[in-house]
């Protein structure tokens, strides 16, 4: 792979120094698009938008912030879907990525940008484990590391969970090995029973109970031809990943977090993480089942803090660092001093 394109946006203003910047990672699906409204190139508002802005816990008034869209992606940095060297999109052709290979490319976009040391490097489930990555391989580039919902290496489950959403798109006959683009259709239901696989992980079982139960959809019945309320919500969020998604890059994403191991390189988790510097805050999920707060609580114990990590109590489960600002925000507060 050629030079590496890589799409971010910016809020707020850099010191001189750079000792404002705070560098925000986003998860699988995610983009730059932290936070602000829908616009072109951004049909839906900032994803975080509560957590980043003026007055907000990732005060733009303090902090100059940044956030990346991810390599693999497919929202302007470099992914499968983009051309190579020969005119055509990478495809089959997209090498493997992993975490460490995210951050490198994230540490030469904070030289591009002239900033040296991040005052925080913030993220959660996939972004958080972006966050740890980056403060074990570039320790003296990070203050503070705030790392949410991750822990320290892949769990089998989360492992298992990948590969049953990777063999959903592989699978679909519009796949083509990987190089559908020059096709009309491209392997859309495969990438929604995907979404719809890792949607289910996101949530916890009780959230979904009391939202859904057994309800039919409407005023249908699953008896006679009619479906329950909880499909009709995993095909609306299917639906929505195909309209803005690229399948191949949830196949490289997805790959690029089962590889996550913070020992690789180095002599297992308990020696990388000896290396961190950082003030590290370690924030998890009471009801998150994709990364169980026992994953916290092991990082937790692997860098010396065993005692030390905020708990989210919420129903939501995994995606509840996206949805309970309230908690989430008194957590990053409290983190960067605020």
């Known amino acids: 792979m050629g030079e590496v394109t890589v799409a971010y946006e910016t809020w707020g203003k850099l010191n001189e120094d750079a000792s404002n910047a705070i560098l925000v990672l986003h998860a699988l699906s995610g983009d730059s ?8 190139g951004h049909p839906n508002p900032g994803w975080w938008g509560p957590m980043v802005g003026r007055d907000a816990p990732i005060d733009t008034n303090r902090f100059f912030v940044v956030c990346p ?5 497919c929202q302007g940095t470099t992914g499968p879907s983009s051309w190579a060297a020969d005119g055509r999109p990478y495809g089959s052709r997209f090498p493997v990525v992993t975490v460490k290979d995210q951050v490198v490319v994230e540490r030469a976009l904070g030289y591009q940008l002239g900033i040296d040391t991040w005052y925080a490097v913030v993220g959660g489930s996939m972004g958080g484990m972006r966050a740890m990555q980056w403060a074990v391989d570039f320790p003296a580039n ?21 590969w049953l959403q990777s063999q959903a798109i592989r699978l679909d006959p519009d796949f083509c090995n990987g190089d559908y683009y020059d096709s009309a259709r491209g ?9 719809g696989i890792g949607h289910l992980s996101y949530r916890s079982e009780v959230e979904l109970q009391r939202r859904f139960s057994n309800n039919s959809q409407d005023h249908g019945t699953p008896l006679n031809s009619g479906r ?16 803005r998604f690229d399948a191949n890059s949830y196949l490289v994403l997805s790959q690029a977090m089962s590889h996550y191991d913070l020992g690789r390189g180095y ?5 990388a993480l000896s290396r961190v510097r950082a003030q590290v805050t370690i924030a998890g999920i009471a009801s998150d089942r994709l990364y169980p707060l026992r994953l916290q609580w092991e990082l937790a114990d692997l860098l010396g803090c065993a005692d030390d990590v905020q708990v989210i109590d919420s129903i939501v489960g995994h995606d509840a660092f996206l949805v309970e600002h309230l908690a989430m925000g008194t957590v990053i507060r409290r983190a960067l001093g605020s």
């Open 267 to 271: 002599a297992g988790a308990r020696e």
């Open 187 to 195: 392997p859309v239901a495969g990438l929604a029973i995907a979404r």
């Open 228 to 243: 329950y309320a909880v499909e009709s919500y995993l095909e609306h969020h299917g639906e929505k990943i195909t309209s």
């Open 69 to 73: 869209n991810v390599l693999g992606g």
């Open 33 to 40: 698009h932290v936070s602000g409204p829908a616009e072109a």
């Open 142 to 162: 990070v203050e503070r590391a705030i790392v949410i919902a991750a822990g320290a290496v892949a769990s089998a489950e989360q492992i298992a969970l990948c």
